[in-house]
């Protein structure tokens, strides 16, 4: 399975454009008669073939997901698989987290700091769409470039490890979606999704979601690159409010705010 270009885009973008290592952009300006040289490389952590460097113990679907590559120059991925000893999967894991931060926090020195904004050209959602099938949120999942969450604080071990589970399923497939073209494969997900909201559905507990529309601005770009924001909300049917399309709770409700990141509101 190849580097899909959602990945691909996702990995530039979140470097900033720059080595994770040696944190020097990866492209070359170009010349009157020719465009820029790019010599950056988009390097896996846990190797393709279980032969080579820092090979095995991953799933294949999961090889050429955003989570298992960064973006390094040409020098730097030759030196990290010569090097296994020393780049070992745990080290790569923390240099990427932290490069990523870095791009954060300061950005471009000409461009300015990274940020996400809202898109003006899309209506920001108030409310979640309560999600009981596992199309509707599969088809979200496959629009989005990013996904945050909220759960309820102090649950019981077994509830707890159910939504963490699902969660972890979600931002899986938010890795791997755009690779699964075949109508097999996207309605096996859909299934899959939707085994999980039938096992919180019976444990009590309420699935929410919409997708935020926003603009990754700043950095070495000329433009706002579009970056949509999957929010995946689990609470129980207690603390679930019902609430109409302006996020306004309809009467006899009372609005529960359990993790205190957001709005519990339903439609």
């Not at 700091?113 to 979640?128: E, G, K, N, S």
């Not at 679930?240 to 609005?255: F, L, Q, R």
């Amino acid at each position: 399975m190849a580097i899909s270009e959602r990945t691909r885009k996702i990995i530039w973008i979140e470097a900033g454009g720059r080595c994770a290592i040696c944190k020097e952009q990866v492209m070359t300006p170009g010349t009157e008669s020719d465009d820029p040289s790019i010599f950056g490389e988009e390097a896996h952590i846990v190797g393709r073939s279980k032969s080579g460097p820092r090979g095995g113990g991953l799933d294949e679907e999961l090889i050429d997901s955003h989570a298992n590559l960064l973006l390094l120059c040409s020098k730097d991925h030759k030196r990290i698989d010569d090097q296994t000893s020393h780049f070992t999967v745990e080290r790569l894991r923390s240099i990427k987290a932290q490069h990523a931060a870095w791009v954060r926090s300061t950005g471009d020195k000409e461009g300015g700091q990274l940020r996400l904004v809202p898109d003006p050209t899309f209506p920001q959602p108030r409310v979640l769409q309560v999600i009981t099938r596992g199309n509707p949120l599969w088809n979200m999942i496959k629009e989005s470039m990013a996904f945050e969450y909220a759960l309820p604080d102090h649950l019981p071990d077994g509830d707890e490890d159910a939504i963490v589970e699902f969660l972890d399923l979600l931002r899986d497939y938010l890795d791997i979606a755009s690779e699964l073209d075949s109508v097999r494969d996207n309605r096996d997900a859909e299934k899959t999704i939707q085994g999980y909201i039938s096992q919180l559905s019976e444990r009590g507990f309420i699935v929410g979601a919409y997708v935020r529309h926003l603009l990754l601005s700043g950095g070495a770009r000329q433009e706002a690159t579009p970056w949509p924001m999957l929010r995946v909300e689990v609470q129980h049917y207690s603390g679930a409010v019902i609430a109409d399309s302006t996020g306004k709770p309809y009467p006899g409700t009372v609005e529960s705010d359990n993790d205190g990141s957001a709005d519990h509101s339903r439609p």
